[in-house]
């Protein structure tokens, strides 16, 4: 019961907090089932457009379609509609530590359930809910933390419980900012192998930020880079050369870059 | 509780900044000027009278509780063991009747009165609506504000009182004059706690697309709700305290036979009571830190 | 992994999940006492909504509580505000005054009483080597002081806030006589002491240890750490906790006079024994307004403490 893998576009999109502009001037578009990473040094605004994505921050100036809606015009309702096709790993986690793994996976379908039913299946999971998150978790290499609290598990067990709740939600798209900050090296490759493979599997668009640039030039197929809130390459990753990407993170300064 | 000390607040000299120092010269005047004006000195503290008497006799009394009654007692009454647990038993009834109503009115009142609620709550679509619904909605939220405020700013015995007056002695008025009150410090308590927690949950859930009663419910909520317990519980521990003094006003809790005890001058009775009162509190605090050592901190 | 397999491994992590038996434990017994309590015969709701009961409350509210002198003339505001002011000179003033003044004077001693004893309860620093949990070098002799005097202290401050007040103002009355208000300051001091006591007690014993210990380490001991590091670093949450229990011992206050002292209870329960309820109700809600004013005012002085 996956949602159809879902299509972004975003044109001219500008985003300032009563400061320098955090995002200026972005366009691109990602088609259905594409598998895209968001690269760039810390502060290039990579965390904003992925929020943007889902909607949870307007855009200042510019358009951003999911679907070809655009988010701008969309009822609440609609939003909301189009939020639960989304899956989003936000870098805090967002779980809920006090509660255990399996409520906290649920809670990513609660949405399509109502309030007495989502309040059913927080106190109390029918077998096959238990078996699929089950199943979900082992992918992920967490099942024997089924029935643990949030709190009781390490940071890189945490992770993989908020990427559990994601795709729990059976989403068209999936969202991930820095899904792989708080792995060891092994980990986060086979992590990301995971999610890449699940995303060609389940045909969903896939769409990270990732700090580990060598992780992404690997698995990645297609990568754009951020700097400043303005977009420095977007391309197929096999294209793009070694010196953009030491531009991009500033280790060869090309002045040139910021007088357009 | 986390103290929020570092190590730049370690100077002695920081006890005499900033505005703790002004609070601290208040408090002090003011205790002063309160100690003037009640006309109190500490010489007034020495017993007069036979007070010394029965303060010696009162305090010797305590360390051998009566174990039976202190007076002829007509054949066939219970023994004072028995009547004590029924006194503890009754006071532990009103108390359980008066915090779980109290419950009952103080988390919903709790939830309508955070701001939390009305900002989960979710705008209307039309900008006219929304602006009768903001109206509303400020109106009904400082309307219930001030009911809490009002319910809680009456002290228990003084509900106590006029329930009495209003509907006689009887179990009502003991589990509403507990009710409304503890109700409203519920109330206010918990929406303070809600206001406090983490919104990082309650923002994920939302980008599920969860509707926002249920961004309130099961993202907020669970992040409130061990803080919220806990609170219960201690305030389950003041509505014993609150229901055993009760009993000055004629219900039949441990209030009412400490009181006729110590008139009759059945000092070592009076300790049976109050030992019996004692223990509870000190069961019921030793549980409650056990669960904030083990459940609620980890 | 087949469906079957999978499911005894999911029964398996579900028996073998984390539970806490006492929280299990306090919440079945709290439960069932509350069902117990309830269907108790001393909780006959039923009992309590008679007829007679119902005619007494109408009456109640229709006529006790209304104002006596505009019981026989038609209703004006001027007479309320006359009759109103009138019970607030007469009595009002004087003893909203006084109540003021108790709880001030109550909680300022409970303050002094708490300090000392939070103090002497906390377990990291009531120890022969405070804020130094690996030091094992000191004599047994005074660990075991050290141990006595943390035990007394704990044992003192339970007792303390175990009794109510009101029973402890009753018995304090009996001793000191009604003369004075001390029995009243008295019995709030102790209990809130009590309460302070514990509350401050966890202030010291939540404190980072690691600023305390840059004194211990170059050698101070009991008596500076409480001159530099206990005073200065948890004056902020004590005050914040005074002005909390400040807010109740103006509730309790009013209360307390009803057993004799000159505090609002006094002329209330007066009231009360004339059956005069609409000067009852009237200066129940003078009261009600002083606990709101205080509650304000604590609210401020936390808002403002807090901000350092």
């Known amino acids: 019961m996956n949602h159809s893998a879902l299509s972004f576009s975003l044109t001219e999109v500008s985003l300032d907090f009563d400061g320098?502009?955090?995002?200026?001037?972005?366009?691109?578009?990602?088609?259905?089932?594409?598998?895209?990473?968001?690269?760039?040094?810390?502060?290039?605004?990579?965390?904003?457009?992925?929020?943007?994505?889902?909607?949870?921050?307007?855009?200042?100036?510019?358009?951003?379609?999911?679907?070809?809606?655009?988010?701008?015009?969309?009822?609440?309702?609609?939003?909301?509609?189009?939020?639960?096709?989304?899956?989003?790993?936000?870098?805090?986690?967002?779980?809920?530590?006090?509660?255990?793994?399996?409520?906290?996976?649920?809670?990513?379908?609660?949405?399509?359930?109502?309030?007495?039913?989502?309040?059913?299946?927080?106190?109390?999971?029918?077998?096959?809910?238990?078996?699929?998150?089950?199943?979900?978790?082992?992918?992920?290499?967490?099942e024997e933390k089924l029935f643990q609290r949030v709190d009781s598990l390490s940071g890189g067990e945490q992770q993989r419980v908020a990427i559990a709740r994601a795709l729990y939600q059976s989403p068209g798209a999936l969202l991930a900012d820095e899904p792989l900050s708080a792995l060891d090296p092994a980990r986060a490759r086979e992590t990301l192998l995971i999610l890449v493979q699940l995303a060609r599997s389940q045909g969903l668009t896939l769409v990270l930020s990732l700090h580990d640039i060598g992780l992404a030039r690997e698995m990645i197929p297609r990568l754009i880079g951020l700097r400043d809130g303005r977009i420095q390459f977007d391309r197929v990753t096999s294209e793009i050369e070694d010196h953009e990407i030491e531009a991009l993170y500033g280790l060869k300064p090309s002045l040139g870059l910021h007088e357009e | 509780m986390k103290n929020e000390a570092r190590l730049s607040d370690v100077h002695p000299l920081r006890i005499l900044s900033g505005r703790r120092r002004w609070w601290m010269l208040g408090i002090v005047c003011a205790a002063i000027w309160a100690a003037l004006g009640l006309g109190t000195s500490p010489a007034q503290l020495i017993p007069s009278g036979n007070g010394i008497e029965i303060l010696e006799e009162f305090l010797a009394a305590g360390l051998t509780p009566a174990l039976d009654y202190e007076s002829q007692v007509p054949a066939g009454t219970a023994?004072?063991?028995?009547?004590?647990?029924?006194?503890?038993?009754?006071?532990?009834?009103?108390?359980?009747?008066?915090?779980?109503?109290?419950?009952?009115?103080?988390?919903?009142?709790?939830?309508?009165?955070?701001?939390?609620?009305?900002?989960?709550?979710?705008?209307?679509?039309?900008?006219?609506?929304?602006?009768?619904?903001?109206?509303?909605?400020?109106?009904?939220?400082?309307?219930?504000?001030?009911?809490?405020?009002?319910?809680?700013?009456?002290?228990?015995?003084?509900?106590?009182?006029?329930?009495?007056?209003?509907?006689?002695?009887?179990?009502?008025s003991a589990v509403w004059a507990i009710a409304i009150p503890y109700g409203g410090t519920l109330a206010k308590v918990f929406s303070e706690m809600l206001d406090e927690a983490p919104r990082d949950s309650a923002a994920q859930l939302h980008d599920t697309g969860a509707t926002s009663l249920q961004v309130f419910l099961f993202g907020l909520m669970p992040r409130a709700l061990p803080d919220m317990a806990a609170y219960t519980f201690y305030r389950l521990e003041c509505a014993v305290r609150s229901s055993a003094v009760l009993g000055f006003f004629g219900f039949p809790t441990l209030g009412y036979f400490v009181k006729l005890a110590f008139v009759n001058q059945h000092y070592h009775e009076v300790w049976s009571y109050l030992y019996a009162l004692i223990f509870v509190v000190v069961v019921l605090e030793f549980v409650s830190s056990l669960l904030r050592e083990r459940v609620v901190i980890r | 992994?087949?469906?079957?397999?999978?499911?005894?491994?999911?029964?398996?992590?579900?028996?073998?999940?984390?539970?806490?038996?006492?929280?299990?434990?306090?919440?079945?017994?709290?439960?069932?006492?509350?069902?117990?309590?309830?269907?108790?015969?001393?909780?006959?709701?039923?009992?309590?909504?008679?007829?007679?009961?119902?005619?007494?409350?109408?009456?109640?509210?229709?006529?006790?509580?209304?104002?006596?002198?505009?019981?026989?003339?038609?209703?004006?505001?001027?007479?309320?505000?006359?009759?109103?002011?009138?019970?607030?000179?007469?009595?009002?003033?004087s003893s909203t005054l006084a109540t003021l003044q108790i709880s001030i004077l109550a909680i300022a001693l409970s303050a002094v009483l708490a300090w000392p004893l939070s103090i002497l309860a906390a377990s990291n620093f009531a120890t022969s080597a405070p804020f130094s949990p690996e030091v094992r070098d000191s004599s047994r002799g005074k660990q075991l002081v050290w141990t006595a005097a943390r035990r007394a202290s704990r044992g003192l401050a339970i007792l303390m806030r175990a009794v109510p007040e009101y029973i402890l103002a009753f018995l304090l009355l009996a001793v000191l006589?009604?003369?004075?208000?001390?029995?009243?300051?008295?019995?709030?001091?102790?209990?809130?002491?009590?309460?302070?006591?514990?509350?401050?007690?966890?202030?010291?014993?939540?404190?980072?240890?690691?600023?305390?210990?840059?004194?211990?380490?170059?050698?101070?001991?009991?008596?500076?750490?409480?001159?530099?590091?206990?005073?200065?670093?948890?004056?902020?949450?004590?005050?914040?906790y005074f002005f909390y229990r400040f807010e109740t011992c103006v509730r309790e206050a009013t209360v307390l006079g009803m057993l004799g002292v000159v505090s609002l209870g006094y002329w209330i329960q007066d009231a009360r024994s004339k059956q005069y309820y609409d000067e009852m109700l009237l200066l129940v809600l003078f009261g009600s307004g002083l606990v709101i004013l205080a509650d304000l005012t604590s609210a401020l002085a936390r808002r403002s403490v807090r901000r350092g």
């Not at chain 1, 701008?72 to 639960?84: F, Y």
């Not at chain 2, 919903?108 to 939390?116: E, F, K, Q, R």
């Open chain 1, 20 to 142: 320098p502009a955090v995002l200026e001037g972005l366009s691109f578009r990602i088609e259905p089932g594409e598998i895209v990473a968001l690269v760039g040094p810390s502060g290039a605004g990579k965390t904003s457009v992925l929020r943007m994505l889902n909607g949870s921050l307007p855009s200042a100036e510019g358009s951003v379609l999911v679907q070809d809606q655009d988010l701008k015009t969309l009822p609440t309702a609609g939003l909301r509609e189009l939020r639960s096709q989304i899956g989003f790993v936000p870098q805090s986690f967002g779980l809920i530590p006090n509660l255990r793994v399996i409520q906290n996976v649920i809670a990513g379908r609660i949405a399509r359930m109502g309030t007495l039913g989502a309040l059913r299946a927080m106190l109390h999971q029918r077998a096959a809910e238990l078996d699929e998150v089950h199943e979900l978790l082992e992918s992920l290499g967490i």
């Open chain 3, 1 to 93: 992994m087949n469906s079957s397999s999978r499911r005894t491994q999911v029964e398996a992590l579900r028996r073998a999940r984390p539970r806490s038996r006492l929280l299990r434990g306090t919440v079945m017994a709290l439960a069932s006492w509350t069902l117990y309590a309830w269907a108790s015969p001393e909780i006959a709701l039923g009992d309590s909504l008679t007829e007679r009961r119902l005619t007494n409350f109408q009456n109640f509210i229709r006529e006790e509580l209304w104002p006596h002198a505009l019981r026989s003339e038609p209703f004006t505001f001027s007479g309320l505000w006359a009759w109103g002011h009138g019970i607030w000179n007469e009595v009002g003033a």
């Open chain 3, 177 to 240: 006589g009604p003369r004075t208000a001390w029995p009243a300051v008295l019995a709030l001091a102790i209990h809130n002491g009590g309460i302070l006591a514990r509350l401050g007690g966890e202030v010291v014993e939540n404190l980072e240890p690691a600023p305390v210990r840059s004194l211990t380490a170059i050698g101070g001991r009991h008596g500076g750490l409480v001159v530099f590091a206990l005073i200065p670093l948890t004056m902020g949450r004590n005050l914040l």
């Open chain 2, 79 to 172: 023994p004072l063991w028995a009547k004590v647990l029924d006194a503890l038993r009754r006071t532990l009834i009103f108390a359980a009747t008066g915090m779980s109503l109290a419950l009952a009115i103080g988390l919903p009142l709790g939830v309508l009165t955070s701001t939390a609620w009305w900002r989960e709550s979710s705008p209307a679509s039309s900008w006219s609506r929304r602006w009768i619904g903001r109206l509303g909605r400020s109106g009904a939220f400082v309307f219930l504000r001030a009911l809490i405020a009002f319910m809680r700013s009456i002290h228990e015995l003084l509900w106590a009182v006029l329930l009495l007056a209003a509907l006689g002695l009887n179990s009502f």
